[in-house]
T-cell receptor, first 118, second 115 residues
Framework: AQSVTQPDIHITVSEGASLELRCNYS??????LFWYVQSPGQGLQLLLK??????LVQGIKGFEAEFKRSQSSFNLRKPSVHWSDAAEYFC????????????????FGKGTKLSVKP | KAGVTQTPRYLIKTRGQQVTLSCSPI?????VSWYQQTPGQGLQFLFE???????NKGNFPGRFSGRQFSNSRSEMNVSTLELGDSALYLC??????????????FGPGTRLTVL
């Protein structure tokens, strides 16, 4: 069965420090992978996506992620964290079924809450 | 382009009642999906609609239903509410192109509290 694991429930980093959030997936086919961010009381904002091609993908707000097929991982990184990055981050794998125009659905990890120390 | 809009943003209901939530997708997006977010279970897929037909369904009881209108707007309904239905309900819309498969844009959600 498809699944996504985010091993870290809560991470605290100092402002200006680098960040890496871990994500491991289980999916039988070539995965479509996503990172979303959610601020308190808000919906999900798409940070970046991997469909195919270059395994290092760039996203918004200075984030990047690297797809490693051999490790079934899609870790999110940022070289220098800003206080405004404090939020909850979700990794997701896209499950697609070829029928009827369905765009498939997303399976999410449990999320990693990021706190930023001044 | 306006984003996905959901109404209402907050709802309080009592057990046994029913509720209807509304979602308007991004202009031009014809696929609409619904997700439930709770602290315990996280984000779980409810169902997906395209061209007024349910195309995909998650593992939820029949009390959860939805529909889509010809203008792609969607509603979801929960009947006979239970305390465990308290959650943030998120709607997402998708553009229809193979290059953006699974790519979903989320609304702000409707916070449902069941007392």
């Amino acid at each position: 069965a498809q699944s996504v694991t985010q091993p870290d429930i809560h991470i605290t980093v100092s402002e200006g420090a680098s960040l890496e959030l871990r994500c491991n997936y289980s999916y039988g086919a070539t995965p479509y992978l996503f990172w979303y961010v959610q601020s308190p009381g808000q919906g999900l904002q798409l940070l970046l996506k991997y469909f195919s091609g270059d395994t290092l993908v760039q996203g918004i707000k200075g984030f990047e992620a690297e797809f490693k097929r051999s490790q079934s991982s899609f870790n999110l990184r940022k070289p220098s964290v800003h206080w405004s990055d404090a939020a909850e981050y979700f990794c997701a794998v896209g499950v697609w079924q070829n029928y009827g125009g369905s765009q498939g659905n997303l399976i999410f990890g449990k999320g990693t809450k990021l706190s930023v120390k001044p | 382009k306006a984003g996905v809009t959901q109404t209402p943003r907050y709802l309080i209901k009592t057990r046994g009642q029913q509720v209807t939530l509304s979602c308007s997708p991004i202009s031009g997006h014809r696929s609409v999906s619904w997700y439930q977010q709770t602290p315990g279970q996280g984000l779980q897929f409810l169902f997906e609609y395209f061209s007024e037909t349910q195309r995909n369904k998650g593992n939820f009881p029949g009390r959860f239903s939805g529909r889509q209108f010809s203008n792609s707007r969607s509603e979801m309904n929960v009947s006979t509410l239970e305390l465990g239905d308290s959650a943030l309900y998120l709607c997402a819309s998708s553009p229809l192109s193979s290059g953006s498969r699974n790519e979903q844009f989320f609304g702000p959600g409707t916070r449902l509290t069941v007392l």
